[in-house]
């Protein structure tokens, strides 16, 4: 019930398209999902967050969609440049862990994004 | 300016040896991590501390021993090191330790076990 189910495994998309990641998750407690781009040798970073009370937040060309209800939340990259090509994580915690002061995150499987110019 | 840095980023090693990684943050931050990546690139928590106390502990061989001799510094000490341990270990560090605070992550040290 702890798990954050990722897809697809990798993506190719042409400079310009739109890519598109996503995420399931089972436990409703969850109420923090960040994702986390990583470059090939270098550590993951944070790239954006959305609590549960919001559907969608936008930076950038970077959206997250959320739907509570199917307890699913998907990463959306516009207009997706070469310079985006990275492995992404999205990633969830729970409230007991904030209550507790543990700030675990469990992370997805990624997705290795490759955009052709 | 490296916020987080951890050393040595190659260690490669013989199975049985004992090896240590560094890690340090600049940040301020109260709470650090240490994070297991596999080579299917499937990122799982191993330790976190703050403020020099043990937070979080998942299953973990107890091999594996974090050493916290100050808040800016999180050190991993492997014992009897076995070929399943080969991976990139990162350092993290977040300002505190509530789920919602960013971690940061170092370079990461890409271990090999020979």
């Known amino acids: 019930q702890q798990q954050v189910k990722q897809s697809p495994q990798s993506l190719i998309v042409q400079k310009g398209g739109i890519s598109i990641i996503n995420c399931a998750y089972e436990?409703?407690?969850?109420?923090?999902f960040p994702w986390y781009q990583q470059f090939p040798g270098k550590g993951p970073a944070l790239l954006i967050a959305?609590?549960?009370?919001?559907s969608e937040k936008k930076e950038g060309r970077f959206t997250i969609s959320f739907n509570k209800s199917a307890k699913q939340f998907s990463l959306h990259i516009m207009d997706s440049q070469p310079g985006d090509s990275a492995t992404y994580f999205c990633?969830?915690?729970?409230?007991?862990?904030?209550?507790?002061?543990?700030?675990?995150?469990?992370f997805g499987q990624g997705t290795t994004l490759q955009v052709k110019p | 300016d490296t916020a987080v840095s951890q050393t040595p980023k190659y260690l490669v090693t013989q199975m049985g040896n004992d090896k240590s990684i560094k890690c340090e943050q600049n940040?301020?931050?109260?709470?650090m991590y240490w994070y297991k990546q596999d080579s299917k690139k499937f990122l799982k928590i191993m330790f976190s501390?703050?403020?020099?106390?043990?937070?979080i502990n998942e299953t973990v061989p107890n091999r594996f021993s974090p050493k916290s001799p100050d808040k800016a510094h999180l050190n991993l000490h492997i014992n009897s090191l076995e070929l399943g341990d080969s991976a990139v270990y990162f350092c993290?560090?977040?300002?505190?330790?509530?789920?919602?605070?960013?971690?940061?992550f170092g370079p990461g040290t890409r271990l090999t076990v020979l």
């Open positions: 990633a969830a915690t729970l409230e007991e862990y904030r209550s507790s002061n543990t700030g675990k995150l469990i």
């Open positions: 940040l301020g931050h109260d709470t």
């Open positions: 993290a560090s977040s300002q505190g330790n509530l789920a919602g605070d960013t971690q940061y």
């Open positions: 501390y703050n403020n020099k106390e043990l937070i």
């Open positions: 436990n409703t407690a969850f109420d923090y």
């Open positions: 959305i609590r549960p009370d919001v």
